[in-house]
């Protein structure tokens, strides 16, 4: 094939939260890498602009659960707003409050105080609450994984709802030995992040009033190449 002319190297909440984070930047940049880092307000637009290639036009409440932050972000008449990054994701949560694999009830009640902390933190939540969310990242993939495997389904479905968030939780809970099986099954990689981001997703339902989430194919790194595409990148939240 032909050779690769231009490597963009960009980077999301590992790196923009790492205590280390200059120095990561300046190490690859002496290796010749020109690292990235977006800003956790950029991060949400670029989650809607990947979201919006699967449902273009449509007004949305996006939310992209990763592994070290939470974006959400009010999509109306094509263009975002209120877009919000929370420092807690299913990865992060792992870290901070699992002992083993899979969190037990104690580390799962834990996960879901911070994530709530967390939103009492922000101004109001009447931008963001919808009876649809519109989910990016890892997590919302991985619950929809979970339910195809606990319901034996055939193929993974493209929507997932509250209630099955909660019997994921529920299956955790009460059985965790035969529930670790079904998670191995259904994502052996994200087998130790699946639960905490369940556990963030039905904090999103329960306080955002939605019962349903339907998975978006494309999120953050197709946002970034449509933005670096077209040239149309977001302006930064104007100060008070």
């Not at 030995?177 to 992040?193: D, M, N, P, Q, W």
């Not at 790194?221 to 302006?235: D, F, H, K, Q, T």
């Amino acid at each position: 094939g032909a050779p690769i002319a231009k490597t963009i190297a960009v980077a999301t909440s590992a790196s923009r939260d790492a205590g280390n984070s200059d120095e990561f930047v300046r190490r690859l940049a002496e290796l010749g890498v020109v690292l990235s880092v977006i800003p956790g307000w950029k991060e949400a637009g670029l989650s809607f602009s990947g979201a919006s290639c699967d449902f273009p036009g449509q007004d949305l409440m996006v939310v992209d659960i990763g592994g070290g932050s939470t974006e959400l972000t009010r999509v109306e008449g094509g263009r975002d707003s209120d877009d919000v990054s929370l420092g807690q994701g299913s990865l992060s949560s792992f870290a901070r409050f699992v002992r083993n694999i899979l969190p037990v009830p104690i580390e799962m009640d834990a996960i879901a105080c911070e994530f709530r902390g967390n939103l009492r933190r922000l101004p109001s939540l009447e931008p963001y609450k919808a009876s649809t969310l519109y989910g990016v990242g890892g997590s919302p993939r991985a619950a929809a994984k979970l339910v195809r495997q606990l319901d034996e389904l055939q193929t993974r479905p493209r929507e997932v709802q509250a209630e099955q968030v909660l019997q994921i939780l529920r299956a955790c809970r009460e059985n965790p030995s035969a529930f670790g099986h079904a998670a191995l099954k259904a994502s052996a990689e994200r087998v130790h992040t699946m639960v905490p981001g369940c556990v963030i997703l039905a904090e999103l339902f329960r306080h955002l009033g939605a019962d349903k989430l339907v998975i978006c194919k494309h999120g953050v790194r197709e946002g970034y190449l449509i933005e670096r595409m077209l040239g149309a990148v977001s302006a930064p939240p104007q100060a008070d």
